[in-house]
């Protein structure tokens, strides 16, 4: 891909000639899809990022909320960062590397805003699990998330894996990272002073990741596995471990006044955004850049997207213990030039290669304005499967099956934090810290915050129809937050698509988009930042719509209620009868078509009463209902010590596989109070109770389905009972 | 007077170990490793982690750095050293203590809850224990195989070096509560001291109550 010829004349009009080589590369970088949201960008729009915990929202490299005080439940001194990021095509290419890198990315994205990185979440999508190219890039993109993130001592405590047809060509990694740092650390983008030095630390730079954002602009080849490799970087885990701790030196002791790491275009990416930020443009001496490989030209310097590499400004009296601070790390440093009042212009051996305003740089490029054409509605055609083989179908299906395979791999535990552990609704993480007390280790008696942690998305909804699914997945994630106790206090998201040059790519992704923007305002939900990441289109047709949230929320202290039943007490289900099968695994399954269920008219109150429940001291266990139904739902609640007898009315398919989200099951010893607390809210069914026997029977229809939890346990183990 | 903590780079239990220990009231600090040990520390944890990114044999380079010959120093003095998981690996590879941690099994990376026997409660690591009890403690690693010679085990064994055993719940040793194929379903070993000790779970992950089980809390009171 080259400099498109409408951009050309454009960048010729403004800076009265013709760019020189290094310009129009560093133009076609940052203006391209990938880094200036050209086609999303009017669409973004419509998210809302307001609210009185917000203390940055979208636009640097990662969102920064306050989370409650705990004794006033007002936003406190203690911050976490949030930022989610998408490495798709680098992940089809070298699956290892690219997955690997996407964790090394948002890790600094997070430590450039003074943040300690304290939690991953990674939703991947591959193409059908039964067929060997998808899942040797999903074993590939594991291990190197494996790899990556265990080295780096960051707890990957959730996610979503899904497979479909469509992501046969095109995978997708979308991985998010939370952050910690009490209010007085807080470091942004936004660079501060003329004369201030800009200090490179990290990874010596080489000729890797060359083109990367251009790269991930545009759809990708059948040959991109041999023809892109270039384009995707190796990761060094150790060296981004040695830069997280270099970083929290440097930041404890307030030697940064702004930061930017380098991803995307690399250095001439960081730096001219960083000055952008500031209104205020750098001097710059490529040459002075700490070098891997020898001869290295200007261009290369400027974008190479080698990694594990930060940019700081820091004030020239502080530059030496800057310096002598990643000496100690084992990390290189240069101070590689100083913020100016100027253009950012940029040097290599005397010569000037790059001379232009850093703010049109960063903000000049034109939108695009795309035709979009509406998604249709589906008609409804179902099939007529029998119950019992369409339940072990749909119990045993890789999306709904247990991901445990994964997050076995990845260490969700460092950290010390992680109180509700991945294969539960939502993880829950202790922040000890905002008890008031600090690090002091004591304060494991004093209550904090839990922050629970929900990340995924649902292409079987979104494809089906693209809105509704959007606001079905904002609704579920906020579910799995309510679940555990814990109400939504931001959320980041990651929109995916296909070619939006499509009509009806684009008409299908503007849906998604508006469906999430609706639904997150409807639950008072901040959608604080993102990523957009378009053009995931390859010989085999484009991605569904596929829009991930990531949602975080609070409650006071550490525990909740677990998912597993109990051997006594009434089991609920909370939430409306959906009578509708779209979007569902059975569907998916079985074939055929339909509508996509109907939402909660009053999601938030739904949450809120949620939350509530959870923590009510009768409350024995509780489980979101979404993918796959009622049916994978009463599935895991199963184990050998409790088992559920239970009775559903209404059709049968519906019953058990419909998968409208703003649902749960309540386990509890007093019905009555989860009635009172969904009074008017949401309708509360009692569909059976718990046993001692560890067997699930569901009367359904004419059907009686009986399964003990061994038998269950054997049929979700589909991914393992694969690759083991 | 303090229980040091080593950080090497690319270390990363060493803020969970430390952590741990202050929350049973043990004095501690985390040391980076080119600093050295205090002349009167009182202890010494090897973390876990991935020192030097683990990029030559799990341990390995670390295992060579100066201030292993200070450690090897303090426990031949008698002074408690407990090496955890990639301080397992940092303890075998510098000769504290025998054998060697390798890939496992699975050849993959495992984080899960396993069950440990404390085969012998006669050492500060398990005096908190009888021996036979069980522990649930979680482990992470890539490379926790425990491998020796038949004949250096069957010495190990008589002379009651072999300090945690991979085990079912119920204590019993199988091959199926063994996580990653473990010669002799070791998890834990000592050195020639009993003062020294390795293991490849966390007993930092199961001390405080707020995130999992308390089993572990027992054996960082060695330091006590």
Known sequence: MSLADSDRELITTELGREPTA???????????????????????????????????????????????????????????????????????????DGAATGVGGIVRDTLSMGAYPIALTDSLYFGPFAEDHPKYLFEG?????????????????????????????????????????????????????????????????????????????????????????PAVQVGDPYAEKLLIEANEVLVEEGLIESARDLGAAGLGGASSELVAKGGLGAEIELEAVHQREPEMNALEILLAESQERMCYEVA???????????????????????????????????????????????????M????????????????????????????????????????????????VRTSVKPGDDAAVVAIREA?????????????????????????????????????????????????????????????????????????????????????????????????VSLYNDSATGPIPPTPTLAMVGTKRGYEAPPLSASPEGDLLLVGDRPDRLGGSEYLARFGGSDRFPA??????????????????????????????????????????????????????????????????????????????????????????????????????????????????????????AELE | ??????????????????????????????????????????????????????YLRAGAMAARSPIMREVREAADAGVPVLGICNGAQIGCESGLTPGAFTTNESARFQCEPVHLRVERADTPWTARYEAGDVLEIPIAHGEGRYEIREDRLAELEADDRV??????????????????????AVAGVLGERETVAVLMPHPERATLPSVGTTDGGGILRGFA
């Open chain 1, 316 to 366: 020239p009296e502080n530059v030496e213990r800057v310096e002598a601070v990643a000496a100690r790390f084992d990390l290189g440093a240069s101070v590689i030039g100083e913020v100016t009042e100027g253009n950012y212009r940029c040097t290599f051996e005397g010569e000037t290669v790059v001379d232009v305003d850093a703010e049109f740089l960063g903000d000049g490029a034109p």
């Open chain 2, 1 to 54: 007077m303090t229980v040091a903590v080593v950080r090497f780079g690319g270390s990363n239990c060493d803020r969970d170990a430390a952590r741990a220990l202050s929350y049973l009231g043990i004095e501690n600090e985390v040391v980076w490793h080119e600093d050295g040990l205090s002349e009167d520390v009182m202890g010494v944890v090897l973390p876990g982690g991935f020192s030097y990114g683990d």
């Open chain 2, 163 to 184: 300090l945690f055993r991979y085990c079912t719940p119920e204590g019993e040793v199988a091959p199926s509560s063994n996580p990653n194929g473990s010669r002799g």
């Open chain 1, 599 to 720: 939402l909660p008219d009053d999601p938030a109150g739904f949450v809120d009463s949620l939350a509530a429940v959870a923590d009510h001291p009768a409350t024995l266990a509780t489980h979101d209902v979404s993918h796959g139904g009622l049916a994978v739902s009463l599935a895991e609640m199963v184990t050998d010590e409790a088992g559920l007898e239970v009775s559903l009315s209404g059709d049968p398919a519906a019953a058990l596989f419909a998968e409208g989200a703003g649902r749960v099951l309540v386990q509890t010893t007093d019905p009555d109070a989860v009635r009172e607390a969904f009074a008017g809210i949401a309708p509360v069914a009692r569909i059976g109770e718990g046993t001692d026997d560890g067997v699930l029977r569901v009367d359904v229809g004419e059907t009686d389905l009986t399964y003990d939890a061994a038998g269950i346990r054997e049929r979700r183990s589909t991914i393992a």
């Open chain 1, 141 to 229: 993109v594991v291990e190197g998330i494996s790899h990556y993130g265990n080295a780096i001592g960051v707890p990957t405590v959730g996610g979503s894996v899904d497979f479909h047809p469509d992501y046969e060509g095109n995978p997708l990694v979308n991985v998010a990272c939370v952050g910690l740092l009490p209010a007085d650390r807080l470091v942004t983008a936004v660079a501060q002073k003329p004369g201030n030095k800009l200090v490179l630390v990290g990874n010596a730079t080489g000729r890797d990741g060359l083109g990367g954002a251009s790269f991930a602009s545009e759809d990708l080849a059948e040959d991109a596995e041999t023809e892109d490799r």
């Open chain 1, 22 to 96: 290094a310009e129009a590369a560093l133009f076609e970088n940052l203006w391209s899809e990938h880094c200036a949201y050209r086609s999303s960008r009017p669409l973004l729009g419509a998210f809302d990022s307001e609210g009185e915990q917000v203390v940055i929202g979208p636009g640097d490299d990662a969102a920064v909320v306050a989370l409650p005080d705990p004794e006033t439940g007002e936003p406190g001194e203690t911050y976490v960062t949030l930022g989610i990021e998408s490495h798709n095509h680098p992940s089809y290419v070298d699956p290892f």
């Open chain 1, 435 to 531: 008890a008031g007390l600090g690090d002091d280790a004591l304060s494991e008696d004093a209550e904090g915050i839990g922050l629970a942690i929900s990340a995924g998305g649902a292409p079987n909804w979104t494809a089906s129809d693209p809105e509704a699914g959007a606001r079905a997945i904002a609704v579920e994630n906020a579910t799995n937050l309510a679940a555990k106790g814990a109400r939504p206090l931001a959320a980041v998201d990651c929109l995916n698509g296909g070619n939006p040059e499509k009509p009806d790519v684009y008409g299908g992704f503007s849906a998604a988009v508006s469906g999430l923007a609706e639904a997150c305002a409807d639950l008072s939900v901040p959608v604080v930042g993102g990523n």
């Open chain 1, 368 to 415: 695009n304005d795309l035709p979009a054409e509406e998604p249709a509605v589906p008609d409804t055609e179902l099939p007529d499967p029998d119950l019992e083989e369409s339940f072990e179908a749909v119990v045993s299906s890789p999306n709904t099956a247990s991901k445990e395979w994964v997050y076995r791999q990845y260490d969700h535990e460092v950290g």
